[in-house]
């Protein structure tokens, strides 16, 4: 927790500094926050914004999507201001080609991988990764794991349990966990391995069944964030950022059934 609170206290006093030294111009205090966020933050993060907003006054206009994708538009020059990562390898990326604002890259939890299906489906998730081997399953949706952190923990996790070369080719890949989460919910696949923090949404939890897939099975889905080099408020980028120490923010993302990082921030 102390190391927490000096991470924050210090992105805040890097902050400070840039304001006071004219590397902030003086135009950005107008500019809302722009945030590219990984898709399985997509039920949780609104609450976290509308927190940061109604305690600022400041607007924060949220983009959802892969990972991977995001990654290669920040490479390329996409104006975001943040970047949430559902793999905390992207971001330690762009540190490393100066992309970032020095020191600020920090985890701020780890995702878990779910078996899902519709209530109707009668298909019964909780035999595990063996029940993709059931005849009556024709397509399971995952992410692609080409650009998807969730997309490689789910062919990891197949793979670990001795399914995967059986049913490759039954795999149809979203862009993102969102969009292989709507292949699910549609019927178009007859079951998922999507994100916890999707299978808890209010109107996903409300049509479908989940199994958690074993930690074991996967390699972490360590997430991290990092206020970019292109960001116009690196004040107010830092106080977005600094809010993730926050009890009530923390509360929101184990709601949502994220680990939240209870270690010292990455340097």
């Given at each position: 927790?102390?190391?927490?609170?000096r991470w924050a206290a210090g992105v805040?006093?890097?902050?400070?500094?840039?304001?006071?030294?004219?590397?902030?111009?003086?135009?950005?205090?107008?500019?809302?926050?722009?945030?590219?966020?990984?898709?399985?933050?997509?039920?949780?993060?609104?609450?976290?914004?509308?927190?940061?907003?109604?305690?600022?006054?400041?607007?924060?206009?949220?983009?959802?999507?892969?990972?991977?994708?995001?990654?290669?538009?920040?490479?390329?020059?996409?104006?975001?201001?943040?970047?949430?990562?559902?793999?905390?390898?992207?971001?330690?990326?762009?540190?490393?080609?100066?992309?970032?604002?020095?020191?600020?890259?920090?985890?701020?939890?780890?995702?878990?991988?779910?078996?899902?299906?519709?209530?109707?489906?009668?298909?019964?998730?909780?035999?595990?990764?063996?029940?993709?081997?059931?005849?009556?399953?024709?397509?399971?949706?995952i992410a692609n794991p080409e650009h998807?952190?969730?997309?490689?923990?789910?062919?990891?996790?197949?793979?670990?349990?001795?399914?995967?070369?059986?049913?490759?080719?039954?795999?149809?890949?979203?862009?993102?966990?969102?969009?292989?989460?709507?292949?699910?919910?549609?019927?178009?696949?007859?079951?998922?391995?999507?994100?916890?923090?999707?299978?808890?949404?209010?109107?996903?939890?409300?049509?479908?069944?989940?199994?958690?897939?074993?930690?074991?099975?996967?390699?972490?889905?360590?997430?991290?964030?990092?206020?970019?080099?292109?960001?116009?408020?690196?004040?107010?980028?830092?106080?977005?950022?600094?809010?993730?120490?926050?009890?009530?923010?923390?509360?929101?993302?184990?709601?949502?059934?994220?680990?939240?990082?209870?270690?010292?921030?990455?340097?």
């Open positions: 927790m102390r190391a927490r609170r805040l006093a890097l902050a400070a500094a840039l304001v006071a030294s004219g590397l902030v111009p003086a135009r950005a205090a107008a500019q809302d926050l722009t945030i590219a966020a990984a898709a399985d933050l997509q039920a949780v993060f609104p609450l976290i914004v509308s927190s940061f907003e109604q305690r600022t006054g400041r607007h924060v206009r949220t983009t959802f999507g892969s990972s991977g994708n995001f990654f290669s538009q920040i490479q390329n020059g996409a104006p975001f201001d943040l970047f949430f990562s559902a793999d905390i390898d992207y971001p330690k990326q762009l540190e490393q080609a100066g992309l970032t604002e020095p020191g600020t890259l920090r985890p701020y939890a780890k995702g878990q991988l779910v078996l899902w299906t519709l209530k109707t489906s009668g298909i019964d998730v909780t035999n595990g990764l063996g029940v993709l081997l059931d005849p009556r399953i024709h397509h399971i949706a998807a952190p969730y997309g490689r923990a789910a062919v990891a996790a197949m793979r670990a349990a001795g399914v995967y070369d059986q049913v490759a080719s039954k795999l149809v890949l979203g862009e993102s966990i969102a969009q292989a989460g709507q292949f699910a919910q549609t019927g178009n696949a007859d079951v998922g391995l999507l994100a916890l923090s999707i299978a808890r949404a209010p109107a996903v939890q409300s049509i479908g069944a989940y199994v958690d897939v074993p930690a074991t099975l996967y390699p972490p889905i360590e997430q991290g964030a990092v206020i970019l080099k292109r960001a116009q408020d690196k004040t107010l980028a830092a106080q977005f950022l600094a809010s993730f120490d926050r009890p009530e923010i923390a509360a929101m993302l184990t709601q949502f059934g994220f680990i939240t990082w209870t270690g010292q921030p990455s340097r």
